[in-house]
């Protein structure tokens, strides 16, 4: 199962570095105080699928506002 919270999906994640994320590792977005608040499923152009502002579900390249906040990436499941 994968946990709802964008927190909990990091904590339950493997750690990937950030420019190794391939298509179905996530990146994870915190605030200054380290809190994580948003979670992308990486794509295949190395953009992300996500839960948009105000657009719902939403498929882009990183914006350079939500870039600033990148902390982490990660994996749920092993590659075949």
Do not use: K, N, W, Y
Request: glycine letters at 12%; proline letters at 8%; one cysteine or more.
């Amino acid at each position: 199962r994968v946990p709802r919270d964008a927190a909990d999906q990091q904590a339950a994640a493997d750690r990937v570095p950030i420019p190794d994320a391939g298509p179905g590792d996530l990146f994870f977005f915190a605030r200054a105080d380290g809190h994580v608040f948003h979670v992308g499923l990486v794509t295949e152009s190395g953009g992300m699928l996500h839960a948009g502002d105000e657009e719902g579900v939403a498929e882009g390249p990183v914006s350079p506002v939500r870039r600033a906040h990148l902390i982490a990436a990660g994996r749920l499941c092993e590659r075949s």
